[in-house]
């Protein structure tokens, strides 16, 4: 059975910095792109940052460019997203997705999800 397990959410202030991770077991993800997704209270949910099977190609969302990083380190089947000078808008549900390949499409696999409250 697939799992991607998210963790590291939590309630930090404007302004501060979390740290994503997302380990996957049942499978390895070391040939496949992997990326996260997010949705915000009553928003639909968007495209964050994605990474190529290697890591030598990573992608962002706008929003997000210049304060997240995505990276990975495929021995350990893990997927992480630093997010760093955290606003308001960040606040939100945040999903790791497997096998992804095109910016705003999720990918096959999904995990549960982890939330990230930024507030002042």
């Known amino acids: 059975q697939v799992q991607l397990v998210e963790s590291g959410g939590g309630l930090v202030q404007v302004g501060g910095s979390l740290r994503l991770s997302c380990v996957a077991s049942?499978?390895?993800?070391?040939?496949?792109?992997m990326g996260w997704f997010r949705q915000g209270p009553g928003k639909e949910r968007e495209f964050v940052a994605g990474?190529?099977?290697?890591?030598?190609?990573?992608y962002y969302a706008d929003s997000v460019k210049g304060r997240f990083t995505i990276s990975r380190d495929n021995a350990k089947n893990t997927v992480y997203l630093k997010m760093n000078n955290l606003k308001s808008e960040d606040t939100a549900d945040y999903y790791c997705?497997?096998?992804?390949?095109?910016?705003?499409?999720?990918?096959?696999?999904w995990g549960q999800g982890t939330q990230v409250a930024a507030s002042s």
């Open positions: 997705t497997g096998q992804w390949y095109e910016k705003t499409v999720p990918g096959k696999y």
């Open positions: 049942g499978r390895s993800f070391s040939s496949d792109g």
């Open positions: 990474i190529s099977w290697g890591g030598g190609s990573t």
